[in-house]
């Protein structure tokens, strides 16, 4: 049987080689059936796992592996990052903002007094 020969096998590695941590990359259409066994082996010895997934064959957004009451629970999204990367976006958005508002100051005082002179009333319509 396929099944326990792989797992012989890998418990022979793990009794005569020091071993910190097995990746598993099988094709879990074909091999779906010694994730489960290889993980309870690892887990038993304490060694690390880590399982490529090809549950989702994402093009923009990124996943990322939380937890939730002990349960691993896969996170997709698609915003910006978290992070350094979501803070300097967000400085340069409101730097950029505050610099074009200073900017372009004198051009809105320039259409506003058009405005006034042209129209009667206010400089603002509001309804």
């Given at each position: 049987?396929?099944?326990?020969?792989?797992?012989?096998?890998?418990?022979?590695?793990?009794?005569?080689?020091?071993?910190?941590?097995?990746?598993?990359?099988?094709?879990?259409?074909?091999?779906?059936?010694?994730?489960?066994?290889?993980?309870?082996?690892?887990?038993?010895?304490?060694?690390?796992?880590?399982?490529?997934?090809?549950?989702?064959?994402?093009?923009?957004?990124?996943?990322?592996?939380?937890?939730?009451?002990?349960?691993?629970i896969f996170t997709i999204r698609s915003g910006p990052p978290e992070g350094w990367q979501l803070m300097a976006k967000?400085?340069?958005?409101?730097?950029?903002?505050?610099?074009?508002?200073?900017?372009l100051t004198p051009l809105l005082f320039v259409v506003a007094l058009l405005i006034k002179l042209d129209s009667p009333?206010?400089?603002?319509?509001?309804?």
């Amino acid at each position: 049987m396929i099944k326990s020969s792989v797992i012989s096998q890998l418990e022979t590695v793990i009794a005569h080689e020091p071993v910190d941590e097995v990746f598993i990359a099988l094709s879990m259409e074909k091999y779906s059936h010694l994730v489960k066994p290889i993980v309870q082996l690892c887990e038993e010895q304490g060694i690390i796992v880590r399982l490529q997934s090809e549950l989702f064959k994402l093009r923009v957004a990124r996943w990322q592996l939380d937890e939730l009451n002990g349960l691993p629970i896969f996170t997709i999204r698609s915003g910006p990052p978290e992070g350094w990367q979501l803070m300097a976006k967000r400085l340069i958005d409101v730097w950029g903002s505050i610099a074009l508002l200073l900017l372009l100051t004198p051009l809105l005082f320039v259409v506003a007094l058009l405005i006034k002179l042209d129209s009667p009333g206010p400089v603002f319509f509001k309804q």
